[in-house]
């Protein structure tokens, strides 16, 4: 018999157990494994094996994203998820890009691709019509093949495709079951979105990995997982600081008895997590008074997984991000070049091992730049204190994260050069208590017209997804420039405090 890909292999041993619960229906592993193949058959279309195809899927985050995920896996294809939220321009560009030849697309979510499929002669499969069940004979794929594109904002203005292979992808996830102690009896609750490393790797394919249970949700719906944490549904929670911060929010707004049950409920489970950005040290003992749990932080990038986690058992550190995950090595190098020896000097992390990526996607020249001696360079950069890696920031300006989104402040700027009132622009991240940092723009108008706003966001809408649309805006009549005529962005940042 021809060996499967590890986790499929995993998934087949799971058998019976529930894998996922999404909108009140149940699927087992075994349903998992026995829909991906005909998935897999449906992308074949009688090929013997995909050999590295790209087939994009746009489905929301139920079982049919597994099945797809896994389908095309199984068929030898790259998965390349599509984001719920973009924009057709968006779409459009990561289908141009990654050469998609094919495309999944799950229920409503077909009317908004099918156009782009037509426009592009790219071949559209829609989930539902897939047959319900059928033998297929599967090609025998190798781990060392491509697996997936992600797309990640970075400091060029269009987004990259980050490449991942069979055996990174199983790097990142067995060096977190590993560490956070992983347990086919565990319990998660999905809200983050697909096409994202935090939700595909660290909470979803984790969980499969181990034989644990998914519940999905279509979106982060404060009540309805509220509801379910008072229930005692989970053992394990992973989110972005902007959650805990609403979560906070949220609970101090209860009185004492309506929030009793979910307070217990949060006390009550194994782990949480929380990253994708900087949890501030005051939210982390907020969360600690109000429930008694200390929030494990971790520090990752979708270009190498996680890199550095707190402890499981020992010291969580407010503010700080601990120490290298299982496999994972970790240095500090500063401006000239030399790795950082000594506790206290700041310098940027820099990642090596079997979770880095391989390659941006048809970027070679952005891939070695991003890599000296065989180490990636993160451009985030930390000090060493007490055995605990401190993130001190970003090297770049122009990347932003708000709600837990790398945003790329170049990418923004082009979009809004293009609305006709606009000669110039520039954007910066503005920290803001519940989003960690808020967009914000500064433009130039052409003379005798006049912009606001909410008509700036309405123009955006159509154009740009709704977590990079600007939430500030100031009109000036010159941006603030150095000697050599380049906009200064801490300048910018001062015009809005
Ligand atoms: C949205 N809003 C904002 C905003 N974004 N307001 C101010 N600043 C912002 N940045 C507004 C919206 O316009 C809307 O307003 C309202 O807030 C609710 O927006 P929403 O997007 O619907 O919010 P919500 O559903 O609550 O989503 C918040 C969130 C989401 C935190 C759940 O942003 C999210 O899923 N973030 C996670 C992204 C993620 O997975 N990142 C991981 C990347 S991987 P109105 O007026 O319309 O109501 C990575 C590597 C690693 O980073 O280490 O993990
Ligand atoms: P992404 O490119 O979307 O995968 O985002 C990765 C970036 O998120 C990193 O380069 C960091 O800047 C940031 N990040 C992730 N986790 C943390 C954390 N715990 N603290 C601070 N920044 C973080």
């Known amino acids: 018999m021809k060996t499967q890909l590890p986790i499929i292999e995993r998934a087949i041993a799971h058998g019976n157990r529930i894998a996922m619960q999404a909108s009140g229906r149940e699927t087992s592993y075994q349903q998992l494994v026995e829909a991906s193949a005909v998935v897999a058959k449906s992308l074949l279309n009688g090929m013997e094996n995909l050999d590295e195809a790209r087939v ?51 229920g409503d979510l077909a009317g908004k691709i099918e156009p782009l499929c037509k426009r592009h002669s790219i071949r559209l499969l829609l989930f539902d019509d897939l047959p319900i069940n059928g033998s297929a004979n599967l090609p025998q794929v190798s781990t060392d093949r491509r697996a997936m594109i992600l797309y990640t904002s970075g400091t060029t203005s269009k987004p990259k495709g980050v490449v991942t292979t069979h055996t990174c992808i199983q790097a990142q996830i067995e060096s977190l079951i590993e560490a956070w102690h992983w347990q086919p009896s565990d319990r998660i609750p999905l809200f983050l979105p697909l096409h994202h490393i935090h939700g595909i790797i660290n909470i979803m394919s984790c969980a499969l990995w181990i034989g644990a249970e998914i519940e999905s949700f279509p979106r982060f719906n404060l009540d309805s997982i509220l509801d379910r944490v008072a229930n005692r549904a989970y053992t394990v929670f992973m989110a972005v600081p902007t959650i805990y911060v609403k979560l906070i929010e949220a609970l101090e707004q209860m009185d004492a008895s309506q929030r009793e049950d979910i307070i217990r409920g949060f006390g009550e489970m194994r782990l949480m997590i929380s990253g994708s950005a900087a949890l501030p040290a005051s939210v982390h003992q907020k969360w600690t008074e109000l429930t008694g749990q200390e929030l494990l932080e971790r520090y990752g990038m979708t270009e190498i997984g996680m890199a550095l986690s707190n402890p499981y058992e020992g010291e969580r550190r407010p503010g700080a991000v601990g120490q290298p995950l299982p496999g994972v090595e970790v240095r500090l190098q500063n401006e000239t070049g030399e790795t950082v020896q000594e506790e206290g000097l700041s310098g940027e992390i820099q990642v090596r091992g079997p979770n880095v990526f391989e390659q941006y996607w048809d970027r070679a020249e952005a891939t070695s730049d991003s890599f000296v001696d065989g180490w990636f360079k993160t451009g985030d950069m930390a000090v060493f204190e007490n055995g605990y890696y401190r993130i001190m920031g970003r090297s770049s300006v122009d990347i932003i994260k708000s709600g837990g989104y790398k945003l790329s402040a170049l990418e923004i700027e082009a979009s809004l050069l293009d609305h006709p009132m606009i000669t110039q622009c520039a954007i910066v991240g503005v920290a803001d208590e519940t989003w960690g940092e808020t967009v914000a723009a500064a433009v130039v108008i052409r003379s005798g017209e006049s912009l606001d706003l909410n008509s700036l966001q309405a123009w955006c809408k159509d154009r740009i997804s709704l977590y990079k649309i600007p939430r500030m805006l100031i009109v000036v009549d010159e941006l603030p420039r150095n000697a050599m005529g380049k906009v200064t962005k801490p300048a910018v940042s001062k015009l809005f405090e």
């Open 56 to 106: 994009a899927f746009l489905v929301a985050p139920t079982e049919s994203y597994i099945q797809s995920q896994w389908g095309i896996w199984r068929a030898g294809g790259v998965a390349v998820p599509l984001s719920l939220s973009a924009t057709e321009k968006e779409l459009e560009y990561t289908l141009m890009d990654s050469r998609t030849s094919t495309v999944i697309a799950a």
